[in-house]
């Protein structure tokens, strides 16, 4: 039966492997629809609508294998998938092809899968840097509400990626990278800095999967004390493993195996000793290397494109109405809205009350996702009551998104935390 399980299991990954292909194929395709429209031999709006069908399609085909690995991983693991980063993140992204889908269908779009299909490509390419093995339930996730809370929370954060792709396509559309202006270089810089942490988030992803692939990895063991249910302190030795090359040791901890990367036979810096836990140097290396990926991505692109890549990209996007941009970013956002309301606080404080006995207990997770939902309730205000359209939403629409990934990523990998668990 085991083997059974497992290979239900092993099936399943290939329906997320494959769902990431076709995503990738139906985002370029969306590229053709746009970008050849003015090809010899065949009317713009002909060929618009013909590749644009054939792109929709293939993210169908895509967003069906995505579906597929859903309940196949639920089936062979006897839980809904959605109780730790790997299985949170491949469900994030599944919940943003559907919100593309029902965007897509509303205003029938060919820019919506130009700038939906790679964020859900990136959350999607994320999800498999983390373990992938099926692991049964632990306690506090063995509730209904893991189904309610968790489900609804990531469909309402999915339109609030989509917001974030329409924001961001607007202002690669209307801001003026020729000027020299001195607001104009402000706005030009701070996009630029927005594509070089999304460059951060696939340039780290591509190196674990290349580290993955060579196998390597860095052992330590370091002692950390405890108590016993008597309340005496016990030290225990506990081993940390490294994917990545350790640029940063965990403080204290004694290397035990290190495969050599570059002549470079052993750790390079040690973790501050204020960063407490057996995993904190891991998590700090983590930061570096997402750091260091991002620039030597980022540095080639301007290689090639020989000038930001705000200026490179925005020309493909000259025929684009900004209007529609912006009316689909804000769409998005507010459907958003009542269903992240409605799964990260009203069914995650019912949840925590029948689980820690109480509401609220300014848990990090907690705190972030309120500052999540005071900051969208805060961008509704400003949208509907001052009239806050154009560039102001969109950087707002953006601002918005890189606190939810922070609430999503950071609060879970590197702030401790009653769901930290969910970083396993």
């Known amino acids: 039966m085991t083997a059974f ?30 970008l050849g429209k003015n090809w010899r031999g065949r009317k713009p709006e002909q060929h618009m609508k013909l590749w644009g069908n054939i792109a929709f399609i293939t993210s169908l085909v895509g967003y069906v294998l995505h579906i597929m690995f859903f309940f196949t991983r639920w089936y062979s693991g006897g839980h809904i998938p959605t109780a730790n980063m790997f299985e949170f993140m491949t469900f994030l992204a599944m919940m943003i ?29 994320y999800a498999l840097v983390f373990p992938h093995e099926v692991q049964p ?28 792709a329409g924001g961001l396509m607007y202002l690669l559309r209307t801001i003026n990278f020729k000027s020299k202006e001195r607001k104009d270089v402000k706005e030009q810089r701070s996009l630029e800095f927005v594509l070089f942490v999304l460059l951060m988030i696939v ?24 108590k016993d249910k008597a309340g005496t ?19 204290g901890a ?37 750091i260091i ?48 309301t409605l799964g990260a606080l009203i069914f995650a404080m019912i949840w925590a009350a029948e689980a820690w006995g109480r509401f609220w207990g300014w848990d990090p997770k907690e705190v972030w996702a309120l500052i999540t939902w005071l900051y969208y309730a805060f961008y509704l205000h400003l949208r509907l009551s001052k009239g806050w359209q154009g560039k102001k939403s969109a950087w707002l629409a953006v ?26």
């Open 203 to 226: 340039g780290f992803a591509a190196s674990i999967f290349i580290f993955l692939a060579a196998d390597y990895k860095a052992t330590f063991t370091k002692d950390i004390v405890t």
């Open 293 to 340: 990926s991002g620039l030597i991505l980022y540095g080639l692109l301007r290689l090639i494109a020989r000038k930001p890549l705000g200026a490179a990209i925005s020309p493909i996007l000259n025929d684009m109405d900004p209007e529609d941009l912006d009316e689909i970013s804000y769409r998005a956002i507010a459907i958003g809205y009542p269903i992240f």
């Open 254 to 290: 004694t290397l035990v195996t290190m495969k050599p990367f570059l002549g470079i036979k052993k750790p390079l810096l040690e973790a501050p000793s204020w960063m407490k836990g057996a995993n904190s140097g891991k998590k700090l290396n983590t930061v570096v290397w997402s």
């Open 5 to 34: 399980f497992d290979n239900i299991s092993s099936i399943s990954m290939n329906y997320l492997i494959i769902a990431l292909f076709v995503y990738c194929l139906g985002f370029t395709l969306f590229v053709i629809s746009i």
């Open 97 to 125: 092809m559907t919100a593309f889908v029902i965007i897509f269908l509303i205003y029938r779009s060919l820019v919506i899968g130009v700038f939906a299909l790679p964020v859900g490509v990136i959350i999607l390419s």
């Open 137 to 164: 339930l632990i306690p506090a996730l063995q509730s209904y509400w893991l189904k309610i809370h968790v489900t609804t929370a990531a469909t309402g954060e999915a339109f609030f990626a989509v917001g974030f």
């Open 233 to 251: 302190e016990v030290t225990m030795s506990q081993p940390v493993e490294y994917v990545l090359p350790p640029i940063f040791k965990p403080s």
């Open 399 to 424: 601002i918005g998104f890189t606190i939810v990934m922070f609430t999503l990523i950071g609060v879970n990998l590197v702030i401790a935390g009653l769901h930290s668990y969910s970083g396993v």
